[in-house]
Structure formats: C-alpha cells, structure tokens
C-alpha cells in the first residue's frame, strides 16, 4: 500500500517539479530591467530601414536609414566586423544575395566591401558609425548583432560606439552569447533576444537540432535574462513565447511584418512591431 502511494505521489509530483523548472528556465529580467518606455511609444520600426530592394534605396543602406527618419519610424538595423574589424550594417554573413559577390563580409576588409554596390544601386555598405551620424537620435534604434561564432567581440567594439551615442537604443540577437555579453558587461542596456521555429523554416540545417530547440522554445533565457522577446510572427502561437508575454509581461516584438493586414491581425499579440514591403497606415 505504501509502495502504491509514493508511486501516486511521484506520478503527480514529476509534472510539478517539470513544469516550475521549465518556468524557470524561460523566464527574463524580472528585476532591474530598465525601462522600456521610449520603444514602446515608437510601436513601428523599419526593418532594416525603410527599404525596397527594387528601388534605389536596398536594406541597410542609408538611403533606406533616411527614408525611415523622415517618416518617423524607428530602425531596426543589423551589425557585424569586417576582416579588418570595421563595423559595418549588413544582415547576410556573405555577400551573394546583396552584392553578388561570393565571399564572406568577415573575410573582407572595407576598403575591399567600400567597391562594392548593393544590389543594382549605386548604394554601398555603410560604416556603422556613419549610421549612427546619420539618425543622429532622430528615431530609436533596434541594434541586432550578428555572430559567425562565438566570440563576441563586435558586442565589445559596437558597445563602445554605443556609448557615446546621443539616442535611445536597445539590442538583440539570435546568438546567445551577445545577450549574454550586455547581461554581463551592460546590464543598464535594454537587450533581447530573437527566436523562431528554425525547423519550420529551414534555418537548422547543419546546425545543432537540441541547441536550435532550446532557442526556439526560449531555454537560454535563464542564462541570458532578456528584457524582451522578439519572435517570428509566423509562430506566434509558440508557448513559452505566451508565457513570457502574459505571464512575465516582457514586452513581444514581432518580426517581421509584411502587411498592414498582417500588423492589424497580430496588433493583440505584440506591443511592438518591426514591419518591411508595405507602409504602415
């Protein structure tokens, strides 16, 4: 009889013992997390500029950067190193889709990337700290951080820029180590992380399936503390993405928004949105 009752005591106990550490396991900054004020009043944000890669103003360029500006959006923007350790504001790691050109951006210097065009423009790579004078606080500034490893040292080289920026801005990225980076060095910095359902979209090939999962259903964040959570519309339906919106309240950022349908569809679902092919009404 007492063997049957631990048995029944274990059975319900497991799923409790699981789901607390699950809990814990997604859960962000719940406390210090700086406010969140000034990007939530600006709810809209161009993805990587306000662009049109069939026009003269292709992502990332600064055409793309101004045309946002002048429309009062705020700019959601892509970073990474050149061989030489240049920042430059470019989303591929490799040059094919936007340059035709195949090669890496980190196995370039910028001088070498500065000949280059984007697309069949007469636009070319921009230097992020030209970004940055550019904006010039205009609009806030979504800063993703794109990591070919694992070193974070463009966090440390961008950061750098960062601090004697004269406007608001947050971070966020994929890769949890630059996360993890501003939890450790630049706590006072609003960070985030981004997640998507990788095996529905592909983007796990060649990749570590267990590693891919735990970032898909957010299991770094016990490590990485985000502030807040961006994640593909697509998948919005995702748990632990709900529960760290509902039950956490860390504000959800949607990308990426292609439609004023799409952004009036998911206006409940998200507090922020960054949107790319349509202006919002």
Same mark, same amino acid.
């Given at each position: 009889?007492?063997?049957?009752?631990?048995?029944?005591? %274990?059975?319900?106990?497991?799923? =409790?013992? *699981?789901?607390?550490?699950?809990? @814990?396991?997604?859960?962000? %900054?719940?406390?210090?997390?700086?406010?969140? /004020?000034?990007?939530?009043?600006?709810?809209?944000?161009?993805? %990587?500029?306000?662009?049109?890669?069939?026009?003269?103003? #292709?992502?990332?360029?600064?055409?793309?950067?101004?045309? &946002?500006?002048?429309?009062?959006?705020?700019?959601? $923007?892509?970073?990474? @190193?050149?061989?030489?350790?240049?920042?430059?504001?470019?989303?591929?790691?490799? @040059?094919?889709?936007?340059?035709?050109?195949?090669?890496?951006? +980190?196995?370039? *210097?910028?001088?070498?990337?500065?000949? @280059?065009?984007?697309?069949?423009?007469?636009?070319?790579?921009?230097?992020? /700290?030209?970004?940055?004078?550019?904006?010039?606080?205009?609009?806030?500034?979504?800063?993703?951080?794109?990591?070919? *490893?694992?070193?974070?040292?463009?966090?440390?080289?961008?950061?750098?820029?960062?601090?004697?920026?004269?406007?608001?801005?947050?971070?966020?990225?994929?890769?949890?180590? &630059?996360?993890?980076?501003?939890?450790?060095?630049?706590? /006072?910095?609003?960070?985030?992380?981004?997640?998507s359902d990788y095996a529905a979209t592909g983007d796990d090939?060649?990749?570590?399936?267990?590693?891919?999962?735990?970032?898909?259903?957010?299991?770094?964040?016990?490590?990485?503390? #985000?502030?807040? =959570?961006?994640?593909?519309? %697509?998948?919005?339906?995702? $748990?632990?993405?709900? =529960?760290?919106?509902?039950?956490?309240?860390?504000? +959800?950022?949607?990308?990426?928004?292609? +439609?004023?349908?799409?952004?009036?569809?998911?206006?409940?679902?998200?507090?922020?949105?960054?949107?790319?092919?349509?202006?919002?009404?």
């Amino acid at each position: 009889m007492k063997g049957i009752k631990r048995f029944f005591r %274990r059975l319900i106990t497991a799923p =409790i013992i *699981t789901g607390i550490g699950y809990l @814990l396991a997604i859960m962000p %900054r719940m406390i210090g997390r700086p406010t969140f /004020e000034l990007l939530e009043k600006k709810k809209l944000f161009a993805h %990587r500029g306000l662009y049109d890669n069939k026009s003269d103003a #292709p992502e990332n360029s600064m055409k793309a950067f101004k045309k &946002a500006v002048d429309n009062g959006y705020g700019i959601e $923007l892509d970073v990474q @190193l050149t061989k030489d350790k240049k920042v430059v504001v470019f989303h591929d790691f490799d @040059l094919k889709r936007m340059c035709f050109v195949d090669k890496k951006v +980190s196995d370039m *210097t910028y001088a070498e990337l500065s000949k @280059l065009t984007l697309l069949d423009t007469d636009c070319r790579i921009p230097l992020f /700290e030209d970004v940055l004078d550019q904006v010039a606080g205009k609009v806030p500034l979504i800063v993703e951080y794109k990591l070919p *490893t694992f070193s974070t040292e463009v966090c440390e080289i961008v950061d750098e820029m960062l601090m004697y920026y004269n406007g608001y801005y947050c971070i966020e990225s994929f890769h949890p180590m &630059a996360v993890l980076w501003y939890r450790k060095n630049r706590p /006072e910095v609003v960070r985030g992380v981004l997640a998507s359902d990788y095996a529905a979209t592909g983007d796990d090939e060649g990749n570590n399936k267990i590693l891919m999962s735990m970032s898909k259903n957010l299991l770094f964040n016990f490590i990485i503390k #985000p502030d807040f =959570i961006a994640y593909d519309t %697509r998948y919005f339906t995702n $748990l632990s993405r709900q =529960i760290c919106k509902k039950l956490f309240m860390a504000p +959800s950022v949607a990308f990426t928004i292609k +439609s004023q349908a799409e952004l009036d569809k998911r206006s409940e679902d998200y507090d922020i949105f960054i949107f790319e092919g349509f202006v919002p009404e």
